[in-house]
């Protein structure tokens, strides 16, 4: 699957998603309660409700995540039914220290106190419920009622509806049909999952709200903006920032790929206007990496396809998961524990339903790491694996922490630094590694931007649209008879791609990706994919490496490596642009290295698009 997609079940606090002991089975009458005296506070109370409390959430994580790891591993009512318990039991325990919390608000704390306080408050990130025990248990059973629904979705097709596809076989199909009325058939059907979802979903923004406003902030969508050490409004001037950076090589490439598939597709897609979106070789049009074969790259080398070089060293799904780890130590960090090879779940089950979304786990907050998904042997799965290990040496990295500063820096840096190995993974290091054979010259390299700007550029409007389309849902401004056309509208926006056949508010489109019926705040992927690169020229940097950015790998550089373990140690103790800093020597998330990274591609689609109308109306 698709790799931004999954840092899934991270939970948004890597942190409250996993948890520990086994312990009492009857719930300890919360310390928080018992230790808040009557009077004013003081930064000694403060000090103990603190330390009180992450013990408290520290040992409710770790049994939520025992419980989700099950239901998401072996899909039945049972286990959805267990792991909504758990996660009510943490929720609930969540929502009151973090209301606990207001009391100290106007105390003269010391910094590190202070944090905690203030991320306290946070933890209901993604999900904060409302007090009524009842409307929890309400909002935690349709959360894990829609998530499984989508792990069970399903198009069946054919005469009579018996070849029934699942995500992975819609994926394939997407990736690799060109006949324009199957990709639409299969696009259609899969949109067809999650209309059933739609009324719930209503209900889930109402009881989330609820659950944001007892906190003490405006919606859902202000509470998850609230996370990036900076008022709300400021943060969403830098996403517009970073956008206005990477529009331009974002339209050129549009421009090049629209013209490109209407050779493809003769009469099909319009020479100014949006791109139909099932045309891209992805359900969701994120990224474009499937439609290589169309955009007309001249071939200059010999090239190569990271999927046939695995499957011609008979590469299975585990070895391709070692691959990922040892680029990892071969930067200076420790092999992944033993635990980790027995309870992974690599390969898809025959026998059971599994969410087969990729995801990194931190079961135990501590050393219990693992990934679950559903492996295939392409190059498309070598980079997701190296972007969930990513999480795992993260979650690893920062596990001495205070358990509230066990999560990234911000939520997209956790999604970056996978990414960030990934970019290392260059014909040169296929090369060192043994899978690819004769030494790569600088023939290629055009062509092997353009493969990734399919994948990362691509991907940009796309990290960005999915929660200004939740925002606007959460604070109203898009009303439930609108989520649909709003949905749309947006897509076309900054994607400059629209549906292929009429939408009406009897479809739920946006259901059909994974993040919105699992509650999976999404901006964090627009965040990694600007940050990645920023992290690999600072790594570059380290390393030594003076060429073109794109030829940079990282790989056994061990200065790259102490350089990445300084900000990932840090965990979320200090605000973000001090991570920042300690890996780049920079405060501010830029977006020119991608630029840097991607400016011998942008040259020569500026040459393809002379003549060519840019944008779309
Ligand atoms: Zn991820």
């Known amino acids: 699957m698709l790799r931004m997609v999954h840092g899934a079940a991270l939970l948004a606090a890597a942190a409250l998603v996993f948890p520990p002991s086994g312990g009492a089975d009857v719930k300890p009458a919360s310390p928080a309660r018992a230790a808040a005296p009557a009077g004013a506070p003081t930064a000694a109370q403060a000090r103990a409700f603190v330390e009180e409390a992450e013990a408290r959430l520290l040992d409710l994580s770790n049994r939520q995540g025992r419980a989700d790891w099950v239901s998401q591993t072996y899909i039945t009512d049972d286990t959805e039914r267990i792991s909504a318990e758990a996660n009510q039991a943490l929720i609930a325990e969540t929502m009151e220290l973090a209301k606990a919390a207001t009391r100290y608000d106007r105390l003269q704390l010391p910094d590190d106190l202070r944090r905690k306080l203030t991320l ?22 349709i959360t894990k009622w829609m998530e499984g629904t989508y792990g069970k979705g399903k198009y069946c097709r054919g005469a009579g509806g018996t070849d029934c596809l699942d995500v992975n076989a819609v994926t394939k199909i997407m990736a690799e049909s060109r006949s324009y009325d199957e990709l639409l058939d299969v696009w259609r059907g899969w949109h067809a999952i999650s209309p059933p979802m739609k009324s719930r979903y209503e209900r889930f923004v109402s009881l989330a709200n609820q659950g944001a406003r007892d906190l003490g902030y ?6 998850w903006r609230s996370n990036y050490d900076m008022p709300a409004d400021a943060f969403s001037a830098e996403l517009d920032r970073l956008w206005a950076q990477v529009r331009p090589l974002y339209e050129a490439l549009h421009a090049h790929v629209r013209a490109s598939l209407a050779k493809a597709y003769p009469g099909k897609v319009p020479e100014k206007g949006p791109i139909p979106a099932h045309l891209l070789g992805n359900i969701w049009a994120q990224q474009w990496g499937n439609v290589y ?17 695995l499957k011609a060293k008979k590469v299975d799904e585990k070895e391709m998961v070692r691959y990922g780890e040892r680029f990892f130590t071969s930067l200076g960090f420790a092999p992944l524990p033993p635990t980790f090879w027995e309870r992974s779940l690599f390969v898809k089950p025959r026998d059971r339903e599994v969410v087969c979304h990729a995801s990194a786990w931190d079961v135990d907050n501590d050393q219990d790491l693992r990934i679950k998904m559903c492996i295939e042997t392409s190059g498309e799965d070598f980079v997701t694996i190296h972007h969930e290990l990513g999480h795992n040496f993260y979650q690893r990295a920062y596990r001495t922490q205070p358990f509230l500063f066990r999560q990234g820096a911000n939520d997209g840096f956790h999604e970056a630094i996978g990414d960030t190995i990934a970019l290392s993974v260059t014909p040169g290091y296929l090369q060192k590694v043994g899978l690819l054979g004769s030494p790569p010259g600088n023939e290629g ?14 991907f940009l409007p796309f990290g960005l649209l999915v929660d200004q389309w939740r925002w606007k849902v959460f604070s109203g401004e898009v009303p439930p008879a609108r989520y649909n056309a709003a949905w749309w509208e947006l897509r076309r926006k900054y994607q400059g791609v629209e549906a292929p056949v009429p939408r009406t508010e009897q479809d739920f489109d946006p259901g059909a ?3 919105v019926p699992a509650n999976v705040p999404y901006m964090r992927y627009f965040l990694a994919h600007i940050l990645q690169f920023q992290f690999h020229r600072a790594a570059c940097r380290e390393a030594g490496f003076t060429g073109p950015l794109h030829q940079c790998s990282i790989y056994a550089s061990k200065e790259a490596g102490a350089r990445l373990d300084r900000m990932l140690a840090m965990g979320q103790s200090r605000p973000w642009p001090e991570a920042l800093y300690a890996m780049t020597g920079e405060r501010q998330i830029d977006a020119t290295a991608i630029l840097d990274y991607f400016a011998p591609l942008k040259k020569w689609l500026d040459e393809q698009n002379k003549g060519r109308t840019l944008g779309w109306q």
């Open 513 to 515: 990706k994974y993040h």
């Open 293 to 309: 074969p169309l955009v007309g790259v001249p071939a200059a080398g010999p090239g190569y396809d990271l999927t046939e070089l």
């Open 120 to 141: 306290l408050k946070l933890a209901g990130i993604p999900l904060p419920a409302p007090a009524d025990p009842k409307l929890q248990a309400e909002l935690t059973q």
């Open 218 to 223: 405006k919606d859902l969508g202000a509470y």
């Open 445 to 458: 390299d055009l062509e092997f931007l353009m493969r990734m700007a399919l994948d990362k550029v691509a």
